[in-house]
């Protein structure tokens, strides 16, 4: 299953040593490595790509 980013931004670097930069909801490149995503998932900066149900407000009665 593919990484998530959940922080608001993360920086990454491939192999050439090119930053990339990935906003919160995009997939984790395959170039990082699992040492890599290890140190970020347990920084919490990604996640395992479950996404949670949405929080919805809840309905307000018309005032009339």
Sequence with gaps: ???IVTAPLI???DKDGRHH????G???PAFVSADDQKVLAKRG???DGSKPEPKVA???ADAK
């Design 1 to 3: 299953m593919a990484k």
């Design 11 to 13: 920086a990454v670097s």
């Design 21 to 24: 930069y990935l906003k919160a």
């Design 26 to 28: 995009a997939e984790v």
């Design 45 to 47: 900066l990604i996640g």
């Design 58 to 60: 809840p309905k307000v």
